[in-house]
Antibody, heavy 118, light 107 residues
Framework: EVQLVESGGGLVQPGRSLKLSCAASGFTFSNYGMAWVRQTPTKGLEWVASISTGGGNTYYRDSVKGRFTISRDNAKNTQYLQMDSLRSEDTATYYC???????????WGQGVMVTVSS | DIQMTQSPASLSASLGETVTIECLASEDIYSNLAWYQQKPGKSPQLLIYYANSLNDGVPSRFSGSGSGTQYSLKINSLQSEDVSIYFCQQNYDSPPTFGGGTKLELK
């Protein structure tokens, strides 16, 4: 059974950093691209970033470029999202997702809440 | 960015009824369209990809169709477990973008 379990969320002040982790199991992690997608009641679902199978290629939405870094450790079956210079508009539930093909997301984690507020 | 517009925003239907949800892209996305179901308090689940391909384990009462800029999700014989929010998503161009969602309730 495919499982994606996020951790690392919480309350953080604007301008500070937070690192999310996503532990994967139930499939050959190194064979799949991975992604982070966030959701808010007002903006809905937003793709944040994706990473290729080996980690050599990364992709970001414009609003997080230069602030967020997606990475993965295939030996640990884990992907990460390092979020720096956080803004209030980054407040959302962040989902880890397995990517299939070109930006389809066929499995999602349960989500982790990130709140950016002073 | 490609804008995805779903209609209706909410829908109320009876058990056993057939419902259709529409998704309009701001430009041609060449059938690179996925549909997701999000049950209350849960994460989204992939239902359909490439406009009409059913994901593994998805009941056959769900179907997708469309081309160009216009796509639809059809649910035959509505069941109580289908109460959810449904999202469309284009994956033709980066960034991938989602529709605003259609909330399906039972009448």
């Amino acid at each position: 059974e495919v499982q994606l379990v996020e951790s690392g969320g919480g309350l953080v002040q604007p301008g500070r950093s937070l690192k999310l982790s996503c532990a994967a199991s139930g499939f050959t992690f190194s064979n799949y691209g991975m992604a982070w997608v966030r959701q808010t009641p007002t903006k809905g679902l937003e793709w944040v970033a994706s990473i290729s199978t080996g980690g050599g290629n990364t992709y970001y939405r414009d609003s997080v470029k230069g602030r967020f870094t997606i990475s993965r450790d295939n030996a640990k079956n884990t992907q990460y999202l390092q979020m720096d210079s956080l803004r209030s508009e980054d407040t959302a539930t962040y989902y880890c997702a397995r990517q299939r093909g070109r930006y389809y997301f066929d499995y999602w984690g349960q989500g982790v809440m990130v709140t950016v507020s002073s | 960015d490609i804008q995805m517009t779903q209609s209706p925003a909410s829908l109320s239907a009876s058990l056993g009824e057939t419902v259709t949800i529409e998704c309009l892209a701001s430009e041609d996305i060449y059938s690179n369209l996925a549909w997701y179901q999000q049950k209350p308090g849960k994460s989204p689940q992939l239902l359909i990809y490439y406009a009409n391909s059913l994901n593994d384990g998805v009941p056959s009462r769900f179907s997708g169709s469309g081309s160009g800029t216009q796509y639809s999700l059809k649910i035959n014989s509505l069941q109580s477990e289908d109460v959810s929010i449904y999202f469309c998503q284009q994956n033709y161009d980066s960034p991938p973008t989602f529709g605003g969602g259609t909330k399906l309730e039972l009448k």
